[in-house]
Structures are given as structure tokens and as C-alpha cells.
């Protein structure tokens, strides 16, 4: 079955800890997204990318990273500059263009420690 | 003000009760709008989207979009307690703004 595989479930970082989660898709979708989900907050976006070989920052990107160097494969790095990283990790796709029919991981949990 | 605004809850119901949804937008440039289910620890998974003012329907989830008001519903009828999650609702014209969600209960 086709979906997005989001890895690992749980995540503890230590303070000044560079850590990958890990976000993998078959839709064959062209865009991917980055969500940061927190208590009372919904869904901000960190960044996107439309195609292979470039991306762009959504609302909250610093003191993370990103790479697009294959269609399928979309890492989010949180870097030690974001302060406060502990927050639930969302992986979205879609088609591109005018599809706006979101696929979602199942998420990873990243608690600092 | 957040573009999308929506009560977070909790919303607790009978099962059987229809329920209603709602969300406010503030940006009239939104073109699309969009519903997601979210069960505790998982990704949201998308139930509905939909481009126009309107009523559209899905089993016995329906969408309602109000373009005038920049209102949107979501209503569910026959609720059961396997629709007890949280209920996001988004719109956008580009990239999607979402709101906060609104966590449902339906109880035995």
C-alpha cells in the first residue's frame, strides 16, 4: 500500500544535539511538507518542497533543515539553534498543483532531554 | 487574529447525535477548504476538500462552505464513538492554513 513512513515514532535529543527524523513516500507525489504540531497550536508549517532539488521556508524554519535530493525522501533536521524542539512532527505530500488532498505520517514525537 | 479560527473543546455528544463542526476564516482569498480526522498520537488523515460555496457529502460526513460569511461546518450524523478525535478544518489558496482542531467525544 502506498503512504508516507515517518521514522522513528519517538525521538529524545539531548540539549545541543543535532537529530534526522525521517519522512519516506510511494505516492509518487511531487510536493512534501513539514508540520510542527504542539498543544493548543495546530499545525505550522516549518517547510516544503514542490520538487526535487529545492525547497522553501514555511513559517516557523528556524533552527531547522531540509534536503530534497530524491523525490521520495524528504529529512527534517532539527538543529541545536531551535530552542524549544520538543513537539510532535508531522510528513504530508500531495500531487502538486492543485491537489489539495494532504497525505499525512504518522508523525514523530521529539522530546528534548 | 489567526486565519483560521476554531474552539478547541472538548465537544461531547451521545452516540447517535449529529454533529456540527465550525471553523471561521479571515482571508477572502482562500480558495479551497479541507477537513482532517486526527486520532490521539497519529497523523491527520483528510476526510473532505472541497473549491466552492456549498454543500458536499461522504457517507455520513458532510462539508459546508459559506464563502459570504468565511464560515465552515463539518456535520456528522449517526455519531459513534469511533469518531472521537480531533477535527481539524483548513483552507488556503497556495499552501493551507489550519485551525487548532476541535476534539470530539461520543460517548455510549
Known amino acids: 500500500d502506498g503512504g508516507i513512513t515517518q521514522s522513528p515514532k519517538y525521538l529524545f535529543r539531548k540539549e545541543g544535539q543535532n537529530v534526522t527524523l525521517s519522512c519516506e513516500q510511494n505516492l509518487n507525489h511531487d510536493a512534501m511538507y513539514w508540520y510542527r504540531q504542539d498543544p493548543g497550536q495546530g499545525l505550522r508549517l516549518i517547510y516544503y518542497s514542490q520538487i526535487v532539488n529545492d525547497f522553501q521556508k514555511g513559517d516557523i524554519a528556524e533552527g531547522y533543515s531540509v534536503s530534497r535530493e530524491k523525490k521520495e525522501s524528504f529529512p527534517l533536521t532539527v538543529t541545536s539553534a531551535q530552542k524549544n524542539p520538543t513537539a510532535f512532527y508531522l510528513c504530508?505530500?500531495?500531487?502538486?498543483?492543485?491537489?489539495?488532498?494532504?497525505?499525512f505520517g504518522s508523525g514523530t514525537r521529539l522530546t528534548v532531554v | 487574529q489567526k486565519e483560521v479560527e476554531q474552539d478547541p473543546g472538548p465537544l461531547s455528544v451521545p452516540e447517535g447525535a449529529i454533529v456540527s463542526l465550525n471553523c471561521t476564516y479571515s482571508?477572502?482569498?482562500?480558495?479551497?477548504f479541507m477537513w482532517y480526522r486526527q486520532y490521539s498520537r497519529k497523523g491527520p488523515e483528510l476526510l473532505m476538500y472541497?473549491?466552492?460555496?456549498g454543500n458536499k457529502e461522504d457517507g455520513r460526513f458532510t462539508a459546508q462552505v459559506d464563502k459570504s460569511s468565511k464560515y465552515i461546518s463539518l456535520f456528522i450524523r449517526d455519531s459513534q464513538p469511533s469518531d472521537s478525535a480531533t477535527y481539524l478544518c483548513g483552507g488556503g489558496s497556495y499552501i493551507p492554513t489550519f485551525g487548532r482542531g476541535t476534539s470530539l467525544i461520543v460517548h455510549p
Open positions: 504530508a505530500s500531495t500531487r502538486g498543483g492543485l491537489d489539495y488532498g494532504y497525505t
Open positions: 482571508n477572502s482569498a482562500f480558495q479551497y
Open positions: 472541497t473549491y466552492s460555496s
